[in-house]
């Protein structure tokens, strides 16, 4: 009888392996084996029944074998060698029961209450078990960018899922605004030298009696320094003198009489982004962008695919930078306001940049400042208590200091009483 | 008060068109209304003027500048005034700088005609003055003041709708359709009453010279020279007896022009801009206003678009000044790299009106390949000949036209290809994102305001709010508009955005307005921390808003000039002795004049301000 048993044993080790050889050829380690595939494969001898069970019994008792209860009735999958391994070597029952359960959750990651939840388990066990799996190597703590504030664990060998990383934006379960602020310039700037022309503006015709539009400034002098305000076309009507003493060029005339007062800013006139023909066909388009990234190899371990390409292009849509263009259903984008952008190469603004500590003196990272406005630009466009403000009031226009710094006039003298006044 | 006091500011009011007012029939009491409109207007003064001195001449400026000074004004009364100051003018040998620094505070007074201005622009004979106010009427900057112009709109309304009533439908209006017919009735009416203020401008287009003389003038239009401006004797004299007034709504129709130049200016570029002038200018030479009165443009069958009808490339060339280089502005591609299909696409939105599209295109093929040759076969009279034929088949009444295409061919070489260049600045237009032409039909243009405007609105307010919370604060609100309502977790995704970024930065836009939060309960309990919160933003709302703002602002500024008039009333009483005025820096004190020029600096500036808060409540509210 011993030896029968003895022999029993020697088979269904035996067969075991045999199963087990022959699932592993059948499919990956997510296949789900059902009675009947099992049955199929030809190893059980005579279809008994009553020795697959016993054969099955033993891989799941060695961890080879996952049961997984499948809408058809029990299943189950294979697990590597190496993994069953860690499993036995674990002290309890318990531990094995978390370990099983943070296994299951993948490369999603499981947080440490739902393990608790899951297993019905005293918190102080459960604790317990994840600090052996953790100092033992087999379990990590993990960040998942959806609910950074909850401790997630995650099987060590595992790399966390997209979802838990929240993609290629994320270092750490951090957005990486840097990484984000640096590819967004290079596209910006590959969209802006493709999309627009770099020419020369030449100056109109003077010939005809044509000047060259200038920028009207008033000088603040002595107010706020290299502070040029954009004169308003109608206050040249205020102020006759002014326009005498400004001579006529602060005005010039085109074909429908209107007065010119805008110009671009003030650079120096000479290399200007056109935009290109109605109709251009080169545009370019998300695909080339993703290609160019790719090609300049500007990400070395992470690779940006078309649809993350699509949401920085989104993202400087949004800013207002580049608008999307549909020539013949090419759908490309270009950049705003052409003729206003700086021309200055890239490399040079990466190395002022350097130069300056990061910081552009006096010019928005990537565009253009936008145009300017009356409201912003008055004292009450930014006043903090703009609301508050009323005659009587605690802050009023008689009393307004914003008002005085902003015409330059003595602070000291504000205090005066008499500034009552009525309009 | 007394009543001579009260009879006396209300006629003042009244001049300047400050007040409605309407005489009841029954018991003859006359109810007075404040016309903010037009106060409001007011601020607009400078724009206006410098305006009509850009686009008409520096004369019309002076006849303007008298015309809002005095309000409206009998045409011989203004003949006399300016009959004054030429004879004032032509005796004086030196003239006397008139108190332009003072000008706010002048509009009290009524019929103060002082205006002497430099001799180059001023009204040197009174034929001169006629002919200047008839460009006046013609561009429908000065109206007509008749009896029904003292009525509030209500009134107007009231009275018309009381008229049609009695006349149309004595048995009372019956059922939908007559309800409709009863509101075209009542439109008719008052578009009648509106047109009454033209009958002037009708009664030079009968006399048959305004047309000869618009052409006229939109070629010289521009020159700075007096000479254009001299008297022409064909101009009818205006009957003496009319009493005119400033069309401002007019007025708005050419500030919008200007504005939408500028920012076509800054979008695409300058020559491009200069284009979409010439085409505003020839669109907008019958459009009454800028904004349609629901009221009284219902539409009537079988009538064209209410005012924006169409302009041909042709009619832009000729009113294109020739000192504007068409080449430049535009970057170059060859040929290949250009889809003409794509860029002569021809949109005949809005769609009621069915064009034949594919005949369309066809048609602006061979357009362009017509330019082609004309580049080509330069000098040759083949090509002058092919002007000709154009000229006369598609507009036999511009005869001018023609002549205007043989002297270019002939004449200069080496701007041969300006149609077509033209063309690529109208392309280019018409391709915008914005949409700025509308490419109708082949070799037509006109443009959408409404949408275009609200293009522009929308444009106005991202800079307010780039400049006020910065690239990230527009980015998500661009973000909103574009998607409708989000919560902020989609918020953040979308915009690649820090949580504490996008929180920080929303709330800081919820206060200013920009945007709008809403609570989506999940359930019937509405409980609090389960409920959804989604921003979203009202451009309507915050347009509002801003606008609200800006009067605010622009109040403040005047007070702010009112509280440095206050401190400095001392040095100001000094300037305003007539021993002292025109001669300040001689006469005064350095110390009292440094003074005097700060305020003066300060002055400009404050004024400065609220000329370009109006810019922006102007875009907002009226264009």
Known sequence: MAGNEADDAAKIAILKDALYDEVRDHGSESRLFSQKDLMELGIIPAGNLLLLVRVVQALTDDKLFVGVNSGAGIAWRWRSREDAKKYTSLPNDETMMVYAVVDEAGADGIWNRTIKHKLNMHEAVVKNCIKYLETKGFIASMKNVEHPNKKMYIKANLRPSERATGGPWFTDGELDSAFIAELEDIVFEYIKTHSAYLGNQGLPRDAAGLRAPKKGIIKTEGGEPSRGVKRPATEITNDDQQVAASGPSSKTYHADGTAVTTAPGGRPRGKVYLPMPAGYRHYPTVLDIAQMINDAGITNNTTLGPHEIQQLVDVLTYDGLIEPIKVNGRRGYRVTRPTKQDTVAFSERQKQREQTGGVLIDAPRMGVKPPANGLTEAPCGKCPVFELCEEGGPVSPSNCIYFMRWLDIEDSAVARPNGVMVV | ?623
């Open chain 2, 1 to 623: 008060m007394s009543p001579r006091q009260l009879r006396h500011g209300l006629a003042v009011l009244n001049q300047h068109s400050l007040l409605y007012f309407d005489v009841s029939s029954d018991n003859g009491l006359t109810v007075y209304e404040a016309n903010t409109d037009n106060a409001y207007n007011l601020a607009r003064i400078g724009k206006v003027l410098e305006m009509v001195d850009t686009s008409l001449s520096p004369s019309a400026k002076d006849v303007m500048q008298s015309l809002l000074l005095s309000g409206q004004t009998r045409v011989s009364d203004l003949v006399a005034a300016y009959q004054s100051k030429i004879d004032y003018a032509n005796n004086a040998a030196k003239l006397v700088k008139h108190e332009e620094d003072d000008w706010p505070e002048l509009n009290g007074a009524n019929g103060d005609v002082q205006v002497v201005k430099k001799p180059d622009t001023s009204i040197s004979s009174t034929g001169q003055l006629n002919s200047v106010l008839c460009r006046l009427v013609e561009a429908e900057l000065i109206e007509v003041v008749h009896k029904k112009t003292f009525l509030s709109p209500q009134d107007i309304l009231r009275d018309v709708e009381k008229e049609t009533l009695d006349k149309d439908f004595p048995a009372g209006v019956k059922g939908g359709k007559g309800k409709i017919e009863y509101q075209e009735k009542v439109a008719e009416g008052l578009r009648k009453v509106r047109d009454e203020s033209k009958s002037l401008k009708r009664k030079l287009e009968q006399n048959g010279t305004a047309a000869k003389r618009r052409k006229l003038f939109s070629g010289v239009g521009i020159s700075n020279g007096n000479s254009a401006y001299e008297e022409e004797p064909g101009d009818p004299s205006l009957d003496p007896k009319q009493v005119i007034r400033i069309n401002w709504e007019k007025c708005l129709v050419e500030l919008r022009n200007r504005r939408l130049y500028q920012f076509v200016a800054d979008m695409i570029g300058e020559p491009t801009a200069y284009v979409y002038a010439v085409l505003l200018k020839l669109l907008t030479k019958r459009l009454a206003r800028c904004r349609l009165d629901p009221a009284i443009d219902i539409k009537e069958e079988g009538e064209e678009d209410i005012g924006v009808g169409l302009v041909t490339t042709d009619e832009i060339l000729d009113n294109l000044k020739t000192g504007i280089d068409l080449s430049q502005g535009l970057g170059k591609a060859t040929k290949d790299k250009i889809s003409s299909k794509a860029a002569e696409a021809v949109h005949e939105h809005p769609p009621k009106k069915k064009l034949f599209i594919a005949e369309a295109e066809v048609d602006g093929d061979a357009s362009a390949d017509e330019e082609d040759e004309e580049g080509s076969g330069s000098e040759s009279e083949e090509s002058d000949a092919e002007y000709e034929v154009r000229g006369r088949s598609s507009a036999p009444v511009r005869n001018v036209t023609m002549v205007k295409f043989a002297n270019a061919a002939a004449g200069k070489e080496q701007r041969l290809d300006r149609p077509g260049q033209l063309r690529q600045h109208l392309l280019l237009l018409a391709e915008s994102t914005q949409h700025f032409v509308r490419h109708c039909g082949p070799d037509e243009w006109t443009v959408d305001f409404v949408p275009l405007m609200h293009t522009l609105c929308e444009a106005e307010l991202d800079s307010v709010i780039e400049q006020s919370s910065g690239k990230p604060g527009l980015r998500l609100v661009r973000l909103l508009r574009d998607k409708g309502k989000l919560d902020e977790k989609s918020l953040q995704n979308v915009a690649l955005m820090r949580k504490a970024e996008v929180q920080q930065k929303m709330l800081q836009m919820q206060t200013a307005g920009f945007v709008h939060i809403q609570e989506v309960p999940r359930d019937n309990k509405a409980d609090v921390k389960k409920s959804f919160f989604l921003w979203f933003c009202d451009i309507e709302k915050s347009a509002t808003r801003l606008v609200d703002d800006s009067y605010k602002t622009m109040v403040r500024c005047l007070q702010i000039l009112e509280v440095i008039r206050q401190r400095e009333k001392d040095v100001l009483m000094l300037t305003k002795r007539t021993d002292v005025k025109g001669r300040e820096k001689d006469v005064m004190r350095k110390e009292y004049y440094d003074r005097y020029s700060r305020f003066r600096e300060n002055e400009k500036k404050l004024f400065a301000q609220v000329m370009r808060l109006d810019d922006f409540i102007s875009l907002l509210r009226d264009f």
